[in-house]
């Protein structure tokens, strides 16, 4: 099962490589992770996305929990939240191919932030499958290099990652 863990830590050297070392040392990867400083610049969000089976992530979570660094720990699929990811995408716009890129990225809702008489670089916000939507829609030939953040969550109503 897909898990989207968020917790915040501490904002110091190391702690991101504590976190990660959970994870590689029970065989799990990160399949996408995401931190920053939060409003209180002692403190980072760290949003992390794995798969793996609801016990093992437990297991995890409840280890991070006792890490001197994790200060608090959701794991955001156990109940509502919202999800985006940020990608930039240069591709390759020349002839009848500029005007289809300029129509997709129109119907993905992207934004064409730089452009040369031969490129396109687009960005898209959205949920992982929008972004891959995009990417099944455009030639691979025409994709020239992709940049993607990761995920970042946050739960649905009142439920808060907060001190």
Request: proline residues 2%; negative net charge.
């Amino acid at each position: 099962m897909r898990h989207i863990i968020s917790l915040l830590m501490e904002n110091e050297a190391g702690a991101l490589s504590r976190v990660a070392g959970l994870f590689s040392a029970r065989g799990y990867n990160i399949e996408s992770l995401s931190v920053a400083p939060t409003e209180d610049p002692t403190l980072s969000r760290m949003t992390l996305v794995t798969n793996g089976p609801d016990e093992i992530v437990e297991q995890i979570t409840k280890q991070l929990n006792k890490l001197i660094e994790v200060v608090k720990l959701i794991d955001l699929s156990s109940e509502g939240y919202v999800e985006r990811e940020l990608m930039l995408v240069k591709v390759r716009a020349v002839g009848k191919d500029r005007e289809e890129m300029k129509r997709l990225a129109d119907i993905f809702r992207g934004n064409i932030i730089d452009v040369t008489n031969e490129l396109y670089t687009i960005e898209l916000t959205g949920t992982r499958s929008k972004l891959d939507g995009f990417l099944q829609a455009v030639d691979c030939n025409l994709i020239l290099e992709i940049a993607r953040t990761g995920v970042s969550g946050l739960s649905r109503g009142e439920r808060v990652l907060k001190l």
